[in-house]
T-cell receptor, first 114, second 114 residues
C-alpha cells in the first residue's frame, strides 16, 4: 500500500511569488490534514478535510493560504503571494474516517521563500 | 486547549545506553497520545500510540512509552540505543473533541555517540 506522498519535496521561491504544494493521501482515507513546521518551532495544524469538505481550517495563518481537495482525493495548498515567514516544512497526513485513528504522514515539502 | 511540552530540546546518549524522552501534556479529558520520529531526510513515522487500556505501550524499533495520568506524562523509553536512533522525536496529543487534529511538542533531537 502506497503511503502519503507530497510534491515537490523542496521548493525555493522569491517573496511575492506563488507556490502550490500537493498531497496524495493513502487511498481510501477520507481525512486529510495539513501541518506546518516553521524553523525552530513546533509542528502546527493548518487544516483538516473530510473528503472534499473543510472540517476545520482554524490553523490557516491568513488568506494568502488556500487549500483545496477537489473530488475528495488529492489536496493542494497554495500560497499566494508568498512571504518570508512562510518558509518551513509543510506536512500532509491522512487517516481513515472511522473513530479516531493515527495519522499517517507524508515526507513533507520544504518551502524556502527568499 | 491542548498543549504538549517536551522539556529537552537536545539529548546526547552513547550507543547501547538507555534513553528516556520526556513529554507532558495538558488536556481536560483523556487524550490520545502519540510519539513520532523523524529521521534525517525522512517524514514523520509513528512509533507508538496510546488510546486506552494498558498504560505501558510497546512500539516499533524497541521503543515503549508509559502513560501516567497523575503526572500528565507520556515518556518514551528505549533500553539500548542504536546509532540509527539518532533522529528528532515528537510527542503529540489528539482528541475527538478537538476534531482529531494533533498538537505537537517542540521535539527532542537525539544524538547518538559511538
Amino acid at each position: 500500500e502506497a503511503g502519503v506522498t507530497q510534491f515537490p519535496s523542496h521548493s525555493v521561491i522569491e517573496k511575492g511569488q506563488t507556490v502550490t504544494l500537493r498531497c496524495d493521501p493513502i487511498s481510501g482515507h477520507d481525512n486529510l490534514y495539513w501541518y506546518r513546521r516553521v524553523m525552530g518551532k513546533e509542528i502546527k495544524f493548518l487544516l483538516h478535510f473530510v473528503k472534499e469538505s473543510k472540517q476545520d481550517e482554524s490553523g490557516m495563518p491568513n488568506n494568502r493560504f488556500l487549500a483545496e481537495r477537489t473530488g475528495g482525493t488529492y489536496s493542494t495548498l497554495k500560497v499566494q503571494p508568498a512571504e518570508l515567514e512562510d518558509s518551513g516544512v509543510y506536512f500532509c497526513a491522512s487517516s481513515p474516517d472511522r473513530g479516531f485513528y493515527e495519522q499517517y504522514f507524508g515526507p513533507g515539502t520544504r518551502l524556502t521563500v527568499t | 486547549a491542548q498543549s504538549v511540552t517536551q522539556p529537552d530540546i537536545h539529548i546526547t546518549v552513547s550507543e547501547g545506553a538507555s534513553l528516556e524522552l520526556r513529554c507532558n501534556y495538558s488536556y481536560g479529558a483523556t487524550p490520545y497520545l502519540f510519539w513520532y520520529v523523524q529521521s534525517p531526510g525522512q517524514g514523520l513515522q509513528l512509533l507508538l500510540k496510546y488510546f486506552s487500556g494498558d498504560t505501558l505501550v510497546q512500539g516499533i524499533k524497541g521503543f515503549e512509552a508509559e502513560f501516567k495520568r497523575s503526572q500528565s506524562s507520556f515518556n518514551l523509553r528505549k533500553p539500548s540505543v542504536h546509532w540509527s536512533d539518532a533522529a528528532e522525536y515528537f510527542c503529540a496529543v489528539g482528541a475527538k473533541a478537538a476534531g482529531n487534529k494533533l498538537t505537537f511538542g517542540g521535539g527532542t533531537r537525539v544524538l547518538v555517540k559511538p
